[in-house]
């Protein structure tokens, strides 16, 4: 799998009939490993071991109900009182982010309410702070650490 601009993690793997599955530690299985689920373990990996979440905070590729449709959210991390903290949109490295990206977690966000939102392809990764009083959003360079 590609390098991503993120730390060296380690990962477990299996390989059966010829399909290569990592090993997610938040769902507890092993999934298929697409260029998107690489991504997405960097990113659970980057949270637990650099940002310090509680793994019982994170939830990974949950439905979300919205607007008469189901959709998957990639990665959430929830706050004590159960609201929700972060919600991460993950894209396969060759997928450039573009405002598309940013629109689709806005969605996701309408019914979650989350206090930042990340969106990476492994490559780029953008942060938000979200001021819904202001109705805007501000650009962080980088996520706070679990206090």
């Known amino acids: 799998m590609q390098k991503l601009h993120f730390s060296e993690f380690a990962f477990r793997f299996k390989s059966s009939e010829n399909k290569i ?14 260029p998107e689920e690489w991504v997405r373990q960097h990113v ?29 959210y990639d990665v959430v991390v929830y706050k004590p009182d159960g609201s929700i903290f972060l919600v991460v949109e993950c894209k396969a490295p060759s997928v450039a982010i573009k405002q598309a990206t940013f629109d689709q977690i806005a969605r996701y966000n309408l019914s979650l309410q989350a206090t930042y939102l990340m969106v990476t392809n492994g490559l780029n990764h953008y942060y938000c702070l979200l001021d819904y009083e202001a109705e805007k959003y501000h650009f962080l360079n980088e996520l706070p650490d679990y206090t």
């Not at 979300?64 to 189901?70: E, I, N, P």
């Open 21 to 34: 599955s990592i090993f997610d530690e938040i769902r507890k299985k092993f999934v298929a490993l697409t």
């Open 44 to 72: 659970v990996q980057f949270l637990l071991l650099e940002k310090h979440y509680p793994k019982s905070w994170i939830n990974v590729e949950k439905e979300l109900k919205l607007h008469h449709t189901t959709k998957r």
